[in-house]
């Protein structure tokens, strides 16, 4: 049996980055799935810290053009960062289980203190740069890869006080498949590395990992997964927060991460955007499981 590592779990039920009720019940249906169970059995030591509390507005305070319920995501933001702050000094693998994608303000603040130069591979069909002013929508779940680079609203950019996070250079974006204009100008403002469906049907997966691996390893001391289920294509992952067709499959997902998992590259990781109301049976949060177990080593021999 392979040596005993650490695991801290901590879910972050909330579904206030954007308008679409049902992401909050997201890490319920991880660990109804087995999450807690599966990890153990591949000989870690986990550690279920439970859900940081949400207290939802009764009513919106927002107005137009203003960003969604901005001071409970603030809030939230605060105390995931200092959880996944905890979990780094007691040298334990942070999983962060969503809720919304907007939690990885919160996660990538905690984890920054750590590391002097983060990397971050953004698995997701949204690039999630937009800022207050690109916003089609004003939901801070398309922000928080800007945010994490500095850019957008000065209260998320300072969260912890330190500001950017992460530099645009170490940023690899897969899978992206839905890109706002706001978005693909500071693509190219920021000279950020994205991967889209069109590179990966064209070039295949394991190029591109592969060169994710080669990439980041050679420019960062830790390297943060954020894993939005949406990714994935809808027939395999039918319950997230914004299904998008034409994604990535099920099996393609699974070699991404097992190949990750041998380079030993990944420090933390969170998986978000999980909808029950919109799933079948269960099934998004099936996969999401068997996807955290590629990423810790699961093999099928």
Known sequence: ???CKKVSVIGVPMDLGQKRRGVDMGPSAMRYAGLIEEIQSLGYEVKDHGDIPIHRPGT??????QLENLPEV???????RKKVKEMEAQQSFPLILGGDHSISIGSIAGLREDYENLGVIWYDAHPDLNTEETSPSGNIH???LAVNIGVGHPSLTNLGGLAPKIKPENVV???ARSIDEGEKELIKEKGINVYTMHDLDRRGMTRIIEETIAYLASRTDGVHLSFDLDSIDPVDAPGVGTPILGG????ESHLALEMLAESELITSAEFVEINPILDNKNQ????AVALVTSLLGKKLL
């Open 1 to 3: 049996m392979k040596q």
């Open 60 to 65: 919106s305070d927002t107005k137009p053009g």
């Open 74 to 80: 603030l809030n939230v933001s605060e105390e995931l």
């Open 142 to 144: 398309g922000m928080p």
């Open 173 to 175: 974006i897969i899978g």
């Open 248 to 251: 990535i499959s099920y099996r």
């Open 284 to 287: 998004t949060a099936d996969v």
